[in-house]
Nanobody
Framework: QVQVVESGGGLVQPGGSLNLSCAAS????????IRWYRQAPGKEREKVAT????????DYGASMKDRFTISKDNAKDSYYLQMNSQKPDDTALYLC???????????WGQGTQVTVSG
């Protein structure tokens, strides 16, 4: 059973930083993509960034690249979203998605809440 687990969310003051983590397990396919999304109350789900399982950064959502960085730690087989210079508009539930193209299936985590307030 594929499991996707996010962590690292919390309360941060405007201008602060957070580093979210995503760990995926329970699968055998070698090639996949990890995508971070966010969803704020009353707004549509928004893609933040995409990275391949080989660690290649694929893309960022509009206006995300200047403050957000997606990465992979090969030693830990984990993925991260570093968020800097945070703004109140960044407040959202951040979700990690594993997309496996060979089985055409998405796997979602439960999300980790980020609140920017101060």
């Amino acid at each position: 059973q594929v499991q996707v687990v996010e962590s690292g969310g919390g309360l941060v003051q405007p201008g602060g930083s957070l580093n979210l983590s995503c760990a995926a397990s329970g699968f055998t396919f070698n090639a996949y993509f990890i995508r971070w999304y966010r969803q704020a109350p009353g707004k549509e789900r928004e893609k933040v960034a995409t990275i391949s399982s080989s660690g290649i950064v694929m893309d960022y959502g509009a206006s995300m690249k200047d403050r957000f960085t997606i990465s992979k730690d090969n030693a830990k087989d984990s993925y991260y979203l570093q968020m800097n210079s945070q703004k109140p508009d960044d407040t959202a539930l951040y979700l990690c998605n594993l997309y496996a193209p060979f089985v055409c299936h998405d796997y979602w985590g439960q999300g980790t809440q980020v609140t920017v307030s101060g």
